[in-house]
Nanobody, 123 residues
Framework: QVQLVESGGGSVQAGGSLRLSCVSYGYTYSIYSMGWFRQAPGKEREGVAS???????RYANSVRGRFTISRDNAKNTLYLQMNSLKPEDTAMYYC?????????????????WGQGTQVTVSS
């Protein structure tokens, strides 16, 4: 049974940092591309960052230079280090796994999803 379990969300003030984690179960984690997506109330789900199995990454323009995606294949774990957080980063954050070799920010390219972790940034 495939499971993706996120953790690390919370409430911070603008300029603060958070580190999200996502542990995967039930599939061959190391060969999948992984991604972080977010969805704010009333908005569409958007790709934030993604990482290929071998390490190349891709970022949305809105987070490039502030967020860093990484993965530990030995621990089946995906991370998102978020620095210099802004109120507009407030959203539910989801991790996702895709059966593809390249990094993508398109939600339809991902096959498995976690339940999400809430990030709230106050001004």
């Amino acid at each position: 049974q495939v499971q993706l379990v996120e953790s690390g969300g919370g409430s911070v003030q603008a300029g603060g940092s958070l580190r999200l984690s996502c542990v995967s179960y039930g599939y061959t984690y190391s060969i999948y591309s992984m991604g972080w997506f977010r969805q704010a109330p009333g908005k569409e789900r958007e790709g934030v960052a993604s990482i290929e199995s071998a390490g190349p990454t891709r970022y949305a323009n809105s987070v490039r230079g502030r967020f860093t995606i990484s993965r530990d294949n030995a621990k089946n774990t995906l991370y998102l280090q978020m620095n210099s957080l802004k109120p507009e980063d407030t959203a539910m954050y989801y991790c996702a796994a895709g059966r593809r070799s390249d990094a993508s920010l398109y939600f339809a390219d991902f096959n498995y999803w976690g339940q999400g972790t809430q990030v709230t940034v106050s001004s």
